[in-house]
């Protein structure tokens, strides 16, 4: 079973919002919504997404910038918006999905999640990552 296989399997068996598979082989859950693991997970430690594989529920431009900044070597999404794809081709970083969207919706489901609105336009990913992380 391949790394990206293990964390996707888990996603699912688990019901986690995201898993990550370390470089040092730990895989950890995390169960909250929207971008707010990823935070936390960088908050404690800059370094901890360096070659890390993982699987997450939802994957937008914030998250796939964040985490191509954060050194991720591959993602698996059940979703994934469009606005991901040329952050994740660009910076070669590995991924799958299961459903692509046009957009990643807002929590109402009314519209376009608002990070993803506010940032859709950006080249700069760089910017991105710290106007949300910093």
Known sequence: MTNIEIVKEKLYSTNASLVVLYSNGEIKEYYQNRIK???EILHNDRQAL????????????VASSI??????EEIYADVMSKYAI?????NNIKYQYKNLVDFIQNNEKTGMCPMENKYKEEKDISKIYNQIIE
């Not at 040329?86 to 660009?90: F, H, R, S, T």
């Open 50 to 61: 360096q070659g890390a594989v993982i699987a997450d529920k939802v994957i937008g431009k």
């Open 67 to 72: 985490l191509t900044i954060a050194g991720v």
């Open 86 to 90: 040329p952050v994740l081709d660009k």
């Open 37 to 39: 693991d990823i935070k």
